[in-house]
Nanobody, 131 residues
């Protein structure tokens, strides 16, 4: 049984940085994708969460990013500690929200950003960006 536990959220000023962590337990093998999703503040019910950055273990650690975070965010995995990290630099108010770590079995090289693909979710960690 895979479980995910996020941490590292907080409040920063525009231009600041945060590092989110997702502790992953209970998974075996390499056929997994892990992706960070963002739920914007006040997001209407039924609107999908936004895929931000993902990592595909099956493809050897390939990564994928939403266009608006490319060059600012970096997703990585610490195999020793079974932790998925999201380093977020130059944060902007548009990056604020609840960030969720999600996992799913995957067997190709792609990293889906559709929330419906993912079967395991953490409880989320809050990111606030304001001056």
């Amino acid at each position: 049984q895979v479980s995910l536990l996020e941490s590292g959220g907080g409040s920063v000023q525009p231009g600041g940085s945060l590092r989110l962590s997702c502790e992953v337990s209970g998974y075996t093998g390499t056929t997994w994708c892990f992706t960070w999703f963002r739920q914007a503040p006040g997001q209407a019910p039924g609107q999908p969460r936004e895929g931000v950055a993902g990592l595909n273990i099956y493809s050897g650690g390939g990564t994928s990013y939403a266009d608006r975070v490319l060059g600012r965010f970096t997703v990585s995995q610490d195999n020793t500690e079974n932790t998925l990290s999201l380093q977020m630099n130059n944060l902007q108010p548009a990056d604020a929200g609840m960030y969720y770590c999600a996992a799913a079995r995957c067997y190709g090289t792609g990293i889906p950003f559709s929330p419906s693909f993912y079967t395991v979710w953490g409880q989320g960690t809050q990111v606030t960006v304001s001056s």
